[in-house]
């Protein structure tokens, strides 16, 4: 007996054409999601870039270390100049151990008013910051390969060329474009890679991104 032999015509080859096409197409698909999903499982995702942005400035926190210069108006012997102590406070003619740590200077200022109203009719204060070093939560600190690694004093519209400036830069042994920003907020530490190398030694203004109140800065070391 002869073989059946399978037999097209022109009206079913475009269909068959069709279903084997849309196999193929689909075992493709399904080779592709695959692999990317092992792949997806075999890799470490590197943290985002960080991205410059604007926002409003925070006010200035008095911190330990700071030194406040406290002016009473027309009482030239309640003025003086005093630094805040570590535990964060300070003391002036007829106030003792107020605290200053983690307040404005306007704040600092009322309560020295609302203390020595008790002894002096209508005082004005000023409070003026003649030194600055600011609690954790207001210092920018950098550690790792900087050539002067340090705790620096967080100033309005900081950024990330201004830390690199004030602690000279980066060591020759840097992995600059592995460094990262590791930032606090709402209880929540998050990671953003940063471009050093770009920065400083590229000129990659693109690569300048705005500081925050409390980041810590984390430049590694090269592993070549």
Request: proline content about 8%; some cysteine.
């Amino acid at each position: 007996m002869m073989a059946a032999t399978r037999r097209y015509d022109a009206n079913s080859v475009p269909s068959l054409a069709y279903r084997e096409g849309k196999s193929l197409a689909a075992t493709l698909g399904t080779w592709v999601a695959m692999g990317m999903i092992l792949l997806g499982c075999s890799t470490t995702s590197p943290p985002p870039i960080a991205q410059p942005e604007s926002r409003s400035p925070a006010p200035y926190l008095v911190g330990p270390g700071d030194t406040l210069n406290v002016v009473v108006w027309r009482s030239p012997e309640l003025s003086m100049t005093v630094p805040v102590r570590p535990d964060g406070k300070i003391t002036t003619p007829l106030v003792e151990d107020l605290q200053a740590s983690g307040k404005t200077t306007t704040q600092i200022a009322r309560q020295i008013e609302q203390i020595l109203s008790k002894y002096v009719q209508s005082p004005v204060v000023t409070v003026i910051v003649t030194n600055f070093a600011g609690p954790y939560s207001q210092q920018v600190r950098v550690i790792g390969e900087a050539t002067k690694p340090q705790a620096l004093a967080y100033r309005e519209n900081m950024t990330l060329l201004d830390v690199m400036i004030a602690v000279g830069g980066i060591t020759d042994f840097a992995a600059g474009n592995r460094a990262s920003i590791l930032r606090t907020e709402g209880g929540r530490t998050r990671q953003f890679r940063v471009l050093l190398t770009d920065l400083i030694r590229g000129g990659d203004l693109s690569a300048n991104v705005e500081m925050r109140p409390g980041d810590v800065l984390v430049i590694p070391q090269s592993l070549f």
